[in-house]
């Protein structure tokens, strides 16, 4: 009778533990990057010990990747919420989408996690299976909905995906460094009215 609340209460310390890692590193990440970020300044934010750190992650590149996840999933779920708006149609939900994302990559930090230090740290295979575990591959799914709705040229599932993600990502690092942002909505707009069937 009493190992049950014992294993909650380890779960839930475990749990908060990680969490506070998690959050720790990705201040750190965020305004320093990764190559400048230690463990000990991220241990000692979190208020856990080196051992602990170590129990919950190999190293620091875990860690990385766990900082990764979370935004990833973070972005997914804001792209989700977009959802709500009651797109007209299927190519209007691929807008709202891209705005959604756009919006998510504001967050402070997040293009230099994601876009910036995730390829260099992790690698683009490794970032796509993230993608992929995270988001449910939304943006393979918006594409092939329009196609199968006829809203959209028929084209190859997988190159257009690529694609447009690779657009999307480059517009962020755009607008992180000062690009206007209406002007690369503009042009989003124009690709998927390209896109369209007419």
Known sequence: MQVKPKTQSNKARTEASQAALIRAARSFFATKGYADTSTPEIVEQA??????????FN??????????THEYASV???????????PQSAIDSLRLGSRAFLNAMEDPGRVR???????????????????????????RIGL?????AGEMKQLPL????????AL?????????????????LTVLDAI???????
Do not use: C, N, W
């Open 59 to 68: 190293d620091k590149m875990d860690l990385f990747r766990a900082v990764v």
């Open 168 to 184: 999307f990502d480059r517009a962020a690092l755009a607008i992180s460094e000062g690009a206007e942002r209406d002007e690369h």
């Open 192 to 198: 998927f009215d390209a896109l369209a069937v007419q």
């Open 158 to 165: 997988d190159a257009v995906t690529l694609q447009l993600s």
């Open 113 to 139: 996690i994601m876009l910036r230090d995730g390829p260099l740290v992790l690698g683009f295979q490794e970032l796509g299976e993230i993608d992929r575990k995270t988001s449910l591959d939304s943006l």
């Open 76 to 86: 997914a779920a804001e792209i989700d919420a977009s959802a709500t708006e009651s």
């Open 144 to 148: 092939r909905t329009a196609m199968q």
């Open 47 to 56: 208020g856990v010990t080196r051992g602990a750190l170590y129990h919950h």
